[in-house]
């Protein structure tokens, strides 16, 4: 066997080994957050920690729901971040196509300035918000959570960058063609961009889904909480029952686990898309 090949074979033992460790180091919580919401909080804390199934899932689900009305909270947060993604999918997919396709006095000025927004810490604007919120009398309701952050710098930025890749000659043969804006928008812009979409919409359902700062502060009542809020409520000073918040964290990783199994076909390219002009 030449070096040549020699080489070749570690490098790919090497690279075989690295993603297996990988994998391993990203699996692997996951697996113990599922086996650990089937033991108790007595078992939980045993040394060596378990890692084989236990019984005490029914156990952990009902004080869940007892203790947190965890059934509520998860449709809660459920129509919380779809209302959200759906929402802030339209602003930002309009707002990176007017970006990347419209010349405007100011343009480049007025984007600079929306991607400031993304070295801005949210606790910033924490205060400001929470005051508007309470004079619109919005806090603990829904909007509250769902408004302040509909206009996304990164969405805007990748969905601009997405319609970047868009042939203006495509564009420009509809409207010769008599096609409006808004159709123009939808017919000829949308379609080419679903990668796009599908990585835009995995990102704002996980933001939206995670959120917890924010819920934290506008949400007053048990029956609107989200999961991340119900969760922390349920650690207590002398008591906490562990095997329940392992339980709905479990739980609450479900749907973004199929969310993103159903779109990862489009995941990875939607991200690229926009990294190499030709």
């Known amino acids: 066997m030449s070096t040549r090949v020699k080489n070749r074979t570690a490098k790919s033992i090497g690279l075989t080994w690295s993603l297996a460790i990988t994998l391993a180091a990203v699996l692997v919580p996951f697996y113990w957050l599922v086996i650990a919401a089937t033991h108790s909080s007595k078992e939980i804390f045993t040394s060596p920690p378990p890692l084989l199934p ?11 729901q007892e203790k947190a009305d965890f059934g509520r909270v998860v449709l809660n947060s459920l129509g919380i971040a779809t209302v959200y993604t759906l929402t802030a999918g339209v602003i930002c997919t309009l707002a990176g196509y007017g970006f990347a396709k419209f010349d405007f006095k100011g343009k480049e000025a007025l984007f600079g300035l929306l991607m400031l927004g ?4 949210s606790q910033v604007t924490l205060v400001p918000l929470f005051r508007l919120m309470a004079e619109l009398t919005w806090l603990d309701t829904y909007q509250a959570v769902i408004l302040p952050n509909l206009a996304l710098p990164f969405g805007i930025f990748l969905m601009r960058q997405s319609m970047s890749t868009l042939p203006n000659e495509l564009l420009d043969s509809g409207r010769v063609d008599g096609c409006g804006e808004l159709r123009l928008f939808l017919r000829v812009a949308l379609p080419p961009m679903r990668p796009a979409l599908a990585a835009l919409a995995i990102f704002l359902f996980l933001f939206q889904w995670n959120e917890f700062i924010w819920p934290l502060t506008v949400l007053r009542s048990e029956s609107a909480l989200t999961i991340p809020v119900a969760l922390a409520s349920l650690q207590g000073v002398d008591d906490t029952d562990y095997g329940a918040i392992l339980a709905g964290t479990a739980i609450a990783a479900l749907p973004m686990a199929a969310l993103f199994l159903a779109l990862q076909k489009h995941f990875v390219s939607g991200l690229l898309a926009g990294a190499v002009k030709e």
């Open 54 to 64: 236990g019984g005490h899932l029914l156990d952990n689900l009902g004080s869940l």
């Open 118 to 121: 993304l070295v801005i810490p």
